[in-house]
Nanobody, 113 residues
């Protein structure tokens, strides 16, 4: 089993930037795809971005294309999500996900207007 721990959330003004990290441990050899999701208060959890561990192929939700960048470090088994030009509607708890069913505890991102 893979364990995931997110970090890097915080409070930022609109237009600002944050960098989220997801550290993986455990059976990391089984990692195939890492994704970031987010959940705003009163809303369903939604897909943000994903990266294929082996190839580095990335996918993004339309709402974050051009503003967010996902990357991975194969040596340190960490995944990062760079959030630029943040908007108040980006406010949510951001979760790291592995293999579709393994979740981290989440990290809060709050964007003030």
């Amino acid at each position: 089993q893979v364990q995931l721990v997110e970090s890097g959330g915080g409070l930022v003004q609109a237009g600002g930037s944050l960098r989220l990290s997801c550290a993986a441990s455990g059976r990391t050899a089984e990692m195939y795809n890492i994704a970031w999701f987010r959940q705003a208060p009163g809303k369903e959890r939604e897909f943000v971005a994903s990266i294929t561990w082996a190839s580095g192929s990335t996918h993004y939700a339309d709402s974050v294309k051009g503003r967010f960048t996902i990357s991975r470090d194969n040596v340190k088994y960490t995944t990062s999500l760079q959030l630029n030009n943040l908007k108040p509607e980006d406010t949510a708890v951001y979760y790291c996900n592995a293999a579709g069913h393994i979740w981290g505890q989440g990290t809060q991102v709050t964007v003030s207007s």
